[in-house]
Nanobody
Framework: QVQVVESGGGLVQPGGSLRLSCAASSRLFSINRMGWYRQTPGKQRELVARITRGGSTNYGDAVKGRFTISKDNDKNTVYLQMNMPKAEDTAVYYC?????????WGRGTQVTVSS
Protein backbone atom coordinates (compact mmCIF):
# COMPACT_ATOMS: atom_id res chain seq x y z
CA GLN A 1 0.00 0.00 0.00
CA VAL A 2 1.23 3.48 -0.83
CA GLN A 3 2.71 5.56 1.96
CA VAL A 4 2.61 9.35 2.12
CA VAL A 5 4.74 11.70 4.19
CA GLU A 6 4.02 15.38 4.75
CA SER A 7 6.57 18.12 5.23
CA GLY A 8 6.80 21.90 5.22
CA GLY A 9 4.59 22.84 8.12
CA GLY A 10 5.50 25.48 10.65
CA LEU A 11 4.77 29.01 11.72
CA VAL A 12 3.67 31.55 9.13
CA GLN A 13 2.49 35.10 9.49
CA PRO A 14 -0.97 36.13 8.36
CA GLY A 15 -0.77 37.26 4.76
CA GLY A 16 2.47 35.36 4.16
CA SER A 17 2.97 32.11 2.29
CA LEU A 18 3.90 28.52 3.01
CA ARG A 19 4.23 25.41 0.89
CA LEU A 20 3.45 21.94 2.11
CA SER A 21 4.77 18.83 0.40
CA CYS A 22 3.44 15.30 0.36
CA ALA A 23 5.79 12.62 -0.92
CA ALA A 24 4.27 9.33 -2.07
CA SER A 25 6.06 5.97 -2.05
CA SER A 26 4.48 5.04 -5.38
CA ARG A 27 4.38 6.67 -8.78
CA LEU A 28 1.57 9.19 -8.97
CA PHE A 29 0.10 7.59 -12.08
CA SER A 30 -0.85 4.62 -9.87
CA ILE A 31 -2.80 6.87 -7.46
CA ASN A 32 -6.35 7.90 -8.30
CA ARG A 33 -6.39 11.02 -6.19
CA MET A 34 -4.29 12.80 -3.59
CA GLY A 35 -5.16 15.67 -1.39
CA TRP A 36 -5.06 17.55 1.84
CA TYR A 37 -7.42 17.68 4.75
CA ARG A 38 -6.99 19.63 7.95
CA GLN A 39 -8.21 19.29 11.50
CA THR A 40 -8.34 21.40 14.62
CA PRO A 41 -9.17 20.14 18.13
CA GLY A 42 -12.85 19.47 18.59
CA LYS A 43 -13.67 19.78 14.90
CA GLN A 44 -14.14 17.33 12.09
CA ARG A 45 -11.48 16.89 9.49
CA GLU A 46 -12.27 19.15 6.53
CA LEU A 47 -11.24 19.10 2.91
CA VAL A 48 -8.59 21.59 1.88
CA ALA A 49 -7.80 20.50 -1.67
CA ARG A 50 -7.43 17.41 -3.83
CA ILE A 51 -6.08 16.56 -7.23
CA THR A 52 -6.84 13.63 -9.48
CA ARG A 53 -4.45 11.56 -11.52
CA GLY A 54 -5.56 13.57 -14.56
CA GLY A 55 -4.87 16.87 -12.83
CA SER A 56 -8.41 17.98 -11.97
CA THR A 57 -8.59 19.89 -8.73
CA ASN A 58 -11.15 20.98 -6.22
CA TYR A 59 -10.95 23.02 -3.04
CA GLY A 60 -12.72 23.56 0.21
CA ASP A 61 -14.73 26.78 0.30
CA ALA A 62 -12.57 28.22 3.07
CA VAL A 63 -9.41 28.19 0.95
CA LYS A 64 -10.63 28.86 -2.58
CA GLY A 65 -8.63 31.60 -4.23
CA ARG A 66 -5.85 31.43 -1.65
CA PHE A 67 -4.46 27.89 -1.73
CA THR A 68 -3.28 25.94 -4.75
CA ILE A 69 -2.69 22.20 -5.06
CA SER A 70 -0.28 20.87 -7.65
CA LYS A 71 1.80 17.80 -8.32
CA ASP A 72 5.13 16.77 -9.75
CA ASN A 73 4.86 13.32 -11.27
CA ASP A 74 8.63 13.00 -11.62
CA LYS A 75 9.09 13.56 -7.88
CA ASN A 76 5.99 11.61 -6.80
CA THR A 77 5.03 14.66 -4.77
CA VAL A 78 1.94 16.77 -4.30
CA TYR A 79 2.19 20.34 -3.05
CA LEU A 80 -0.12 22.73 -1.28
CA GLN A 81 0.79 26.36 -1.81
CA MET A 82 -0.78 28.42 0.94
CA ASN A 83 -1.02 32.11 0.11
CA MET A 84 -2.59 34.81 2.26
CA PRO A 85 -3.08 32.43 5.20
CA LYS A 86 -5.35 33.49 8.02
CA ALA A 87 -5.37 32.62 11.69
CA GLU A 88 -8.28 30.26 11.06
CA ASP A 89 -6.09 28.19 8.75
CA THR A 90 -4.16 27.02 11.80
CA ALA A 91 -4.55 23.25 11.94
CA VAL A 92 -2.85 19.93 11.47
CA TYR A 93 -2.72 19.24 7.74
CA TYR A 94 -2.98 15.66 6.57
CA CYS A 95 -2.11 14.30 3.17
CA UNK A 96 -3.91 11.30 1.75
CA UNK A 97 -3.71 9.07 -1.29
CA UNK A 98 -6.60 7.16 -2.81
CA UNK A 99 -5.65 4.02 -4.70
CA UNK A 100 -7.29 0.79 -5.81
CA UNK A 101 -6.08 -0.71 -2.50
CA UNK A 102 -7.79 1.97 -0.42
CA UNK A 103 -6.79 5.18 1.29
CA UNK A 104 -3.48 5.99 2.94
CA TRP A 105 -2.96 8.89 5.29
CA GLY A 106 0.11 10.68 6.53
CA ARG A 107 0.78 11.58 10.14
CA GLY A 108 0.08 15.24 9.58
CA THR A 109 2.05 18.45 9.79
CA GLN A 110 1.20 21.39 12.02
CA VAL A 111 0.59 24.77 10.43
CA THR A 112 0.27 27.75 12.73
CA VAL A 113 -0.73 31.14 11.35
CA SER A 114 0.20 33.84 13.81
CA SER A 115 2.04 37.13 14.03
Amino acid sequence: QVQVVESGGGLVQPGGSLRLSCAASSRLFSINRMGWYRQTPGKQRELVARITRGGSTNYGDAVKGRFTISKDNDKNTVYLQMNMPKAEDTAVYYCYADTADGESWGRGTQVTVSS
